[in-house]
């Protein structure tokens, strides 16, 4: 059985009601992950380690043990300039250049993704999208353009 190790980095604290029904987003990924391992079949385990970005600008000292980064959303935008902002964005780049293998996965629209894009070679726009939230526009087909 493999484990697959992923860092959490909390970028904001989901509303009032959302923590009392769900949980704060260590559980919600948590149980998250869980049930998405158990609809495949699959042998694989997780840990998931929360690292406060936001608050205390925590990060893994060492980031070579996860295998995968997911970001939470937060109220902030990945343009404002706000020292937990920046140090994540520049976090963001650095892994991207540095360490290829570990997958990012930014959920919501400011600021997870926002870092994520600006550092894929890939060229994002607002019309060019793939979701899967139930409460946004129909699914759509990421398009992608090449720089």
Same mark, same amino acid.
């Given at each position: 059985m493999s484990t697959i190790r992923v860092a959490l980095f909390v970028c904001d604290v989901p509303l009032a009601a959302v923590v009392e029904k769900d949980g704060d987003y260590p559980v919600i990924f948590n149980e998250l992950l869980r049930q998405s391992l158990s609809l495949a079949d699959s042998s694989a385990s997780f840990i998931l380690d929360s690292y406060d970005v936001r608050e205390k600008m925590e990060y893994p000292k060492d980031i070579d043990e996860y295998q995968g980064i997911i970001m939470t959303g937060s109220a902030a935008s *990945?343009?404002?300039? +706000?020292?937990?902002?920046?140090? +994540?964005? *520049?976090y963001i780049a650095s892994l991207a250049e540095e360490k290829p293998h570990i997958k990012l996965i930014g959920t919501s629209t400011s600021p997870s993704h926002q870092p994520i894009c600006a550092t894929n070679p890939i060229y994002f726009s607002r019309d060019m999208f793939w979701t899967s939230n139930p409460w946004s526009r129909p699914r759509q087909r990421l398009r992608t353009k090449r720089r």
């Open positions: *990945a343009y404002e300039n +706000l020292e937990w902002i920046n140090q +994540l964005v *520049a």
